[in-house]
């Protein structure tokens, strides 16, 4: 995540490497798992479903390997159990870093984790040594070629509850509080405006430019997180390069 900026982090994701794509399918289906675990097979009154599935959409996940995932969370199939933990840390230049962990062996992961931190020039801290940094919010990502009148699109979303609207690049990022999620996305849907990605995340309050040698770190070990399986999720408060980026 560049700075509050998703759009930045969904290019970087979609310019991955293979052994990172590869890892997406695998990630996604756990996290569908796990949802239907906790709150059921259907996403109408599941809102983790309801995102883990909309990420496995945008990320083209074979409807096989979804459906498997669901039957996994139901019952229906044997599976392994999986731990939710929070890990917190700084990486190159002092950048904050929040990572959401889904882990059959909370021993194995916290090595693993901590042995690329340390790799690629970070550490992995205490509980709560960043958390205090990041808001979570929900955000829509609306291409200007899918929908160009800012003025319109601003009083959409702000009467159905969202907290902001921003431009960034060809894209309009909207924010809102996670309360406000299927307000938000039911405006749109209403007024047929198509979005890039919708998904709850964690906003830093402040970003850190990052650049040279302290980037080129930070881009390793991001993409050193992104390809192990535990890893789900990655927040930062940093600011790369565009170049670093994609």
Known sequence: MSGHSKWANIKRKKGAND??????????????????????????????????LSKAKANNIPKDNINRAIQKGAGATEGVGYEEITYEGYGPAGVALMLDILTDNRNRTAADVRHIFSKFGGNLGETGCVNWMFKKKAVFVVTKENFADEDALTEIVLEAGAEDLTVSDDVFEIIADPADFDAVEKALADNKIETESAEVTQIPDN????????????????????????????????????????
């Open 19 to 52: 052994a990172i794509r590869a890892g997406i399918t695998t990630k996604i289906s756990r996290e569908i798992t796990v949802a239907v675990r906790m709150g059921g097979a259907d996403p109408t009154g599941n809102m983790r479903l309801k995102l883990a």
């Open 207 to 246: 970003t850190v430019a990052v650049s040279g040698d302290d980037a080129a770190k930070l881009t390793k070990l991001l993409d050193a997180l992104d390809e192990n399986d535990d890893v789900q999720n990655v927040y930062g408060n940093y600011e790369l390069p565009e170049e670093e980026e994609v």
